[in-house]
């Protein structure tokens, strides 16, 4: 998996490609979150339009992030999920935990909101 990261207007912005396979990265993704938040930056867009696969340990990378922003009183949101990432969602119920938008967009706006 590939991934890149930036901050900008408080928003930690991570962009994913390939397979979120957590045990690869998992630990990297965790250390920028961290420093995001040492940062005081507590929103966060995680863009996963270009996820093929996600297995549990990757899932579990996606609660972690989404546990350290909420325990700042932070919110995360999902950017345009593949098919078959949101089916994945649908089937561990996730889709009723995280936030999920279409846009880059829609997904400043309703992290402004939060």
């Known amino acids: 998996m ?6 900008s207007d408080k ?18 993704l965790v250390e920028i ?5 040492d940062k005081q930056v507590t929103l966060c867009a995680l863009y996963i339009e270009d996820v093929r696969y996600i297995n549990s340990s990757g ?13 700042k009183g932070g919110e995360v949101v999902l950017v345009n999920p593949s098919d078959h ?15 999920i938008v279409d846009s880059k967009g829609e997904a400043v706006e309703k992290l402004k909101k939060s």
């Open 11 to 28: 928003i930690l912005h991570l962009h994913f490609e390939g397979d979120l396979i957590g045990e690869n990265n998992g630990a990297e």
């Open 59 to 71: 899932i579990g990378v996606l609660i972690t992030i989404l546990t350290k922003f909420r325990n």
């Open 85 to 99: 990432v949101k089916k994945l969602l649908v089937i561990t119920k996730l889709n009723a935990i995280f936030s």
């Open 33 to 37: 979150v961290k420093d995001a938040i």
């Open 2 to 7: 590939k991934y890149t990261h930036n901050i």
